[in-house]
């Protein structure tokens, strides 16, 4: 039995912008465990959103006991022990909780979705994402993405609305909006999302910090479209964020991995809400593990690893927002290139 992780630098295809950073490079930490001859992998994609590095990814690996997580199927013993190592590092937790799934499912001879009770059929479209950038860089990015049928476009700083008109002066296809807590007053968030409303924008992503929660529930009574949690979703619990928010978007990387993250969809049900499944910037590791989980959605926004130029792994695909599942026992991941020891 072996457990071994490295760092890799994920290369973006186009300088990264949201509303509170820009980035060209995501350093990640890939992870290999290996047992009865089966190998399989996880990923930890560290956002520093929530306090986390690859430094502290690498230190929380440390203080795994290999022998605690000797038995993968124990999932729900693997998660409670990785919890009493240290609160919070999600990704790492994420990581580790990944890599348990593609052994199981390889143990069972089963792709990941099947161990889910899932059907490929089901996986719903997902978006692309266009970062924040001048409206010229906009509309080019746009013409790129000209084969996946709904966008998510990222707002939040002074320039929203000019944006919105540049892609919109190129494609009427559905628009999602995600503000990343960029609106701090709720009038404000109130005037951009009544405006947001008429360019056929499907609902609107985290418009307030993740902490106001009384703003964004004033907010939520005034406007016509969805109001999704995506920050918020670190700080309160479903039945809170259920009182001022319509869904919630799930991330592996925000929410410590497959067990806990599918415990979030059918929890979030329960309290009448609609999911989106969302991503960091990952590799076809952390990618495909989600697209997995994502027959259980309603919606889909996994493009990390198509933003991506270096990508490791090839795994899940994404064909014009189509996600294709592999059949391939496990998370269905091939290494691209030799992983650390071999
Ligand atoms: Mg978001």
Redesign the pocket.
Known sequence: MKLDYWRYDLKLKHTFT?SRSSRDVVPVVLLKFEKDNIVAFGEASPNARYNETRDSVEQFFKKIEVEEISDPFKLEHINEYLDSLAPHNASAKAAIDIAMHDWIAKKLGIPLYKFFGGEKRKAPLSTFTIGIDTPEAMIEKVKEASNYPVLKIKVGLANDEEIIRAVRSVTDKPLRV?A?EGWKSKEEALDRINWLATQNVEFI??PMPAEQLDDTRWLRERVKIPV?A??ALAYHDIGTLSTAYDGI?IKLQKNGGLLKSRKLVYTARAHGMRIML?CMIESSVGISAAAHLSPLVDWN?LDGNVLISNDPYRGALNEDGKIILSDEPGLGVKPLIPTTDS
Do not use: A, W
Request: net charge negative.
């Open positions: 949201i995600d990343n992503e985290q999704i995506d920050e978007n969302g926004d």
